[in-house]
């Protein structure tokens, strides 16, 4: 099976049109404020309509008020909802679209418990807690607390980068990637470089794993 990617938290057009044509299946943008690689619905659709066909486009929200996640879906052509906060599975399922729920991986976490609980999710995504932000920290998680044999696409964050995709592809063998801080030249400006190392490491990666 492929490991498909997701590169979040997108600011420039020539960033996101650069990682589609690289072979990212999916592009991140931020609706969280005090992110910064938060981006205005302005931009986003000026991002989004700048892509080429086959690119999803995912967006992410932080324990946002209902009304402003439909503003942005009435005008922000999305595909999925990410959900980053403490959203409840009622809460993420209530605008019609396919969404992620994000869990921050800490020691005790009940993982198919939640697997269950957000049953109709199309992926858990695992990343790296941290008491003071929300994704994007740069920090990896100990892999080992993932369990084997989930019934959710597991998409694996926190702490990515090109010198540990491959090995991330051949130890969890998850559903797809997502990186942001990884490769960056700088917060919000990605690094069109470090975007096609991290692809080919994560090729390679399903070549062995294959």
């Known amino acids: 099976m492929r490991t498909r990617v997701k590169i ?48 999803s486009v995912v967006a992410l929200f932080v324990d946002e008020q209902e009304a402003k996640i ?52 199309a992926g858990l995504l695992l990343d790296a807690f941290h008491p003071d932000a929300k994704g994007g920290t740069g920090s990896q998680f100990n892999w080992n607390l993932i369990p084997q044999q989930l019934d959710l696409p597991i998409i694996l964050a926190g702490g990515l980068d090109e010198t540990n995709a491959k090995l991330a592809v051949q130890s969890v063998r998850p559903y797809a990637l997502d990186v942001s801080s990884g490769v960056e030249a700088r917060k919000g400006i990605k690094d069109s470089l470090k975007m096609a190392a991290f692809i080919k490491q994560v090729n390679e990666g399903d070549r062995v794993t294959t």
């Open 8 to 55: 979040c938290g997108f600011t420039r057009i020539e960033d996101a049109v650069y990682a589609a044509h690289t072979g990212v299946d999916a592009i991140g943008l931020v609706f969280y404020p005090p992110s910064p690689r938060h981006v205005e619905i302005e931009q986003a659709i000026r991002i989004v309509n700048a892509l080429p066909a086959f690119t």
């Open 70 to 121: 439909r503003d942005v879906l009435a005008k922000v052509p999305i595909d999925c909802i990410q959900f980053h906060g403490d959203e409840t599975a009622e809460a993420c399922r209530i605008y019609g679209k396919r969404y992620i729920k994000a869990i921050s991986m800490r020691e005790g976490i009940d993982i198919p418990a939640l697997v269950l609980y957000y049953h109709d999710a």
